[in-house]
């Protein structure tokens, strides 16, 4: 008798990202039938054209997602903060292919939203889905604007890792992810991707864009002009409602204390020859070290001022160069004969 496909149910046309923006679509436009779905995933990038409808169609049938009316849909109240800086809520969205040095690339876009007010706080365009990404964007909006009480994201790996939790630790922003697959829970940034494709993106020639950064130029042009235009969910612009209640939102101690909380954060064990690993680059460090664990904070994008944090000092490190260490005189301590064996055949 066959065995049964241990994956049944599921289907290996759509990846796992593709699956989820099927069950955003469905739960914010539950009317949406599979074709549409389909013509939706190939138009934003979520799959290929060479995926059949027939994939989308049976994963909707399997999943029974036909019915506006699905029992399995999740019961949903809507919800906002009281107040300016209670809790931003952030997303990544897939934005059109650019063409740079004769090059296409896939451009993603980062955007964080404050829950009350509808302001953007923070947004970037780049061509990797990264978690750095993802800090550099966060780390401007709390610079201009001040540490939220709450962090609102999806499952996506920019945004479950460790290194974002240390960082809002620090800053004491708590992390809160959504459910599994529940995209519709942020409904806010669903609701501004949804804007911004249809008064800007759709309208935009991006043949004629040849570089990230005009590219996002055009993007922080946008974003202006959505912070000041009248929004329909809140009687007014995002600017006008962030006015009212932006002195109840906590500011950083200083840029310097902020540039430190948002230092990554390692640990490694020191090696013999006192260097330690980070992202596969050797790094040499002080002598005192060697077999201990050590605590190494650094920006991903600057590991030329990487540091050992230890009681609350700092010791640089730097990437090792071996033709340099050849060449440098060492400290030697003189042998004792006398402690070794065969000390009496020395003249």
Request: proline share 3%; hydrophobic share 35%; with cysteine.
């Amino acid at each position: 008798m066959p065995s049964v496909r241990s994956d049944k149910g599921t289907t290996r046309a759509l990846s796992s990202t593709a699956i989820e923006e099927i069950y955003r679509l469905k739960l914010a436009f539950p009317r949406l039938n599979s074709t549409q779905i389909h013509q939706q995933l190939i138009a934003n990038g979520f799959i290929s054209a060479d995926v059949s409808v027939c994939a989308v169609q049976r994963f909707v049938k399997h999943n029974d997602l036909r019915s506006a009316r699905n029992p399995g849909m999740r019961d949903r109240k809507a919800f906002e903060e009281d107040s300016f800086g209670k809790m931003w809520q952030c997303d990544t969205c897939y934005f059109p292919y650019i063409s740079q040095n004769g090059i296409s690339r896939r451009v993603y876009s980062v955007c964080i939203i404050d829950d009350h007010s509808r302001l953007i706080v923070g947004a970037g365009l780049f061509y990797s889905d990264s978690a750095y990404n993802f800090q550099k964007v966060f780390k401007r909006a709390v610079a201009s604007y001040g540490i939220p009480g709450k962090l609102y994201t999806d499952n996506g790996s920019p945004y479950v890792n460790g290194q974002l939790a240390l960082i809002c630790g620090s800053i004491g922003t708590v992390l809160l992810h959504t459910k599994v697959r529940d995209g519709a829970s942020k409904a806010k940034i669903e609701r501004f991707w949804r804007t911004t494709k249809e008064r800007w993106l759709y309208a935009l020639d991006t043949e004629k864009i040849h570089s990230l950064d005009e590219f996002d130029a055009l993007y922080q042009e946008y974003i202006r002009s959505y912070n000041t235009t009248f929004h329909s969910g809140i009687n007014c612009s995002p600017f006008d409602r962030y006015r009212v209640s932006e002195k109840s939102v906590r500011i950083p101690v200083s840029a310097d204390w902020l540039d430190g909380c948002f230092l990554n954060r390692i640990w490694r064990r020191v090696r013999k020859d006192s260097t330690v690993s980070i992202d596969k680059v050797s790094f040499d460090v002080p002598m005192q070290f060697i077999a201990q664990k050590v605590e190494i904070r650094f920006l991903p994008d600057d590991l030329s001022h990487a540091f050992i944090l230890f009681e609350d000092n700092k010791f640089p490190i730097r990437i090792t160069d071996k033709n340099e260490n050849c060449r440098t005189k060492r400290n030697s301590t003189p042998l004792d004969y006398s402690k070794i064996g065969g000390a009496s055949d020395v003249q």
